[in-house]
């Protein structure tokens, strides 16, 4: 009989050393999208507020190709797309190379991922019955880069487990994301550039399979790919993660090959990250972040629009208890049990601090209401209900500083100085 599994366990060495290199660089990009939305709120607040509007609403592009598209519309659906292709190479590597692999160590984040977008969005339809409930996915999504800034202020010594349990469900909770964007956000359907779309994309799947790393062969089929899908009125992002997909994570067995160093889907997110974390997502929070508040009156008149309560309400309570919940459940049928040191008031906070909405829903939010009021009062619910989410889970993992420290210190010990700590080579912590 198999033992049963536990909750937020090390893992593997090779997976804590790779997360822990993915969320340093997280964890700069996230202090670069905070830089960003506070520029924009300042100077969409300031006297000089046309200025912004003006940047954000300028055209570029050829118009030939139907992309002469403004700024703001470059940074939604262009540079999001390598934020999303970077999202799709890092959950194929989860699945296929990562401890994720084991299909009782990916329930439970899987699970949790699901539950924490069913139940924010069943709380934002029920506040909005009878209204606008277009907006139902918007408190779905959880930020990770800047749930990871508010780690690098509060969380410093939370534990690897934790971290890495909060990384993969914000990388399947985008995966879910992409899915509610593409089938329930997509206005208008043309089939011949959707179709037209598959070519590219294959040429991109057979060059990478084979290895191949050129970019000048690469990405103008990636580009074409975007190009098309973007064309057919599937949210262009789409294409981010489908390219994404098409990366094969594994090492050639060829003796010698190109890749014989890391998979090429390791390769590519190295590279793409740190586009991805720090110009990608800080530009489009840039972008779309400048709301004009208008002062307590305008705040008060925000806040007392249904859409802005039902979002609000899905991610400081909706969030965590579709988590919470789903985490317990799967829990409760897998009999597993949580690792020693911690308890499920951890979890709490995990939970909590998912609640930490950002990129993701304001792209939901411009997809589902326009430019307008609308949009200016969806901003202004995820702004300020992710700064309540954040103010919350700091609470929590504050008051659990003593416990993450001591736990930090045990997974660095290293008494046979092989540098591999020793917590990650006992036999009973192994896959």
């Known amino acids: 009989?198999?033992?049963?599994?536990?909750?937020?366990?090390?893992?593997?060495?090779?997976?804590?050393?790779?997360?822990?290199?993915?969320?340093?660089?997280?964890?700069?990009?996230?202090?670069?999208?905070?830089?960003?939305?506070?520029?924009?709120?300042?100077?969409?607040?300031?006297?000089?507020?046309?200025?912004?509007?003006?940047?954000?609403?300028?055209?570029?592009?050829?118009?030939?190709?139907?992309?002469?598209?403004?700024?703001g519309t470059w940074a939604a659906d262009g540079l999001l797309a390598i934020f999303f292709f970077v999202a799709g190479l890092e959950l194929k590597r989860e699945f296929v190379a990562g401890d994720l692999r084991d299909p009782r160590r990916a329930a439970v984040p899987v699970a949790a991922a699901a539950g924490g977008v069913i139940v924010p969005a069943v709380f934002y339809t029920l506040v909005n019955l009878g209204g606008e409930v277009q907006g139902w996915a918007i408190p779905t999504a959880t930020d990770i880069a800047f749930a990871l800034a508010v780690l690098a202020v509060v969380g410093r010594s939370l534990p690897t487990a934790l971290r890495t349990f909060l990384l993969t469900l914000a990388v399947v909770d985008d995966l879910l994301a992409i899915v509610i964007i593409a089938v329930f956000y997509t206005a208008h359907l043309s089939v011949l550039p959707l179709l037209a779309a598959l070519l590219p994309l294959a040429l991109f799947t057979v060059l990478v399979q084979r290895r191949v790393r050129s970019w000048w062969l690469l990405l103008p089929l990636a580009f074409a790919a975007w190009a098309l899908v973007h064309a057919s009125g599937i949210h262009a992002t789409v294409a981010g993660v489908l390219l994404g997909f098409a990366v094969p994570v594994l090492r050639s067995e060829r003796a010698g090959g190109p890749d014989a160093g890391p998979g090429l889907a390791e390769h590519f997110e190295h590279r793409f990250?740190?586009?991805?974390?720090?110009?990608?997502?800080?530009?489009?929070?840039?972008?779309?972040?400048?709301?004009?508040?208008?002062?307590?009156?305008?705040?008060?008149?925000?806040?007392?629009?249904?859409?802005?309560?039902?979002?609000?309400?899905?991610?400081?309570?909706?969030?965590?208890?579709?988590?919470?919940?789903?985490?317990?459940?799967?829990?409760?049928?897998?009999?597993?049990?949580?690792?020693?040191?911690?308890?499920?008031?951890?979890?709490?906070?995990?939970?909590?601090?998912?609640?930490?909405?950002?990129?993701?829903?304001?792209?939901?939010?411009?997809?589902?209401?326009g430019a307008?009021?609308?949009?200016?009062?969806?901003?202004?619910?995820?702004?300020?209900?992710?700064?309540?989410?954040?103010?919350?889970?700091?609470?929590?993992?504050?008051?659990?500083?003593?416990?993450?420290?001591?736990?930090?210190e045990a997974e660095q010990v290293d008494r046979d100085r092989d540098d591999i700590p020793d917590i990650y080579q006992r036999r009973d912590l192994r896959a």
């Not at 208890?321 to 597993?336: C, E, K, Q, S, V």
């Open 273 to 369: 990250r740190p586009i991805s974390a720090g110009i990608a997502v800080p530009v489009f929070a840039f972008m779309s972040a400048g709301v004009a508040i208008g002062g307590v009156e305008g705040l008060t008149s925000a806040l007392s629009d249904p859409i802005a309560i039902g979002i609000m309400v899905g991610l400081v309570v909706g969030k965590p208890i579709g988590i919470l919940l789903a985490t317990w459940l799967t829990a409760r049928f897998t009999r597993a049990t949580i690792d020693s040191g911690l308890s499920w008031i951890d979890m709490a906070g995990l939970a909590v601090l998912a609640g930490i909405g950002f990129t993701v829903s304001l792209l939901i939010g411009e997809l589902a209401f």
């Open 1 to 71: 009989m198999s033992e049963a599994p536990r909750l937020f366990s090390p893992g593997s060495w090779g997976e804590a050393r790779r997360i822990a290199d993915v969320l340093r660089k997280e964890t700069i990009g996230g202090a670069l999208l905070l830089a960003g939305t506070l520029v924009a709120l300042i100077w969409a607040n300031s006297p000089w507020s046309g200025g912004y509007d003006k940047l954000v609403g300028f055209t570029v592009g050829p118009s030939a190709l139907h992309l002469d598209l403004s700024l």
């Open 372 to 408: 307008g009021e609308r949009d200016d009062h969806v901003k202004v619910a995820v702004l300020l209900g992710s700064l309540v989410a954040a103010m919350l889970a700091s609470v929590v993992l504050r008051a659990r500083n003593r416990v993450y420290r001591r736990i930090r």
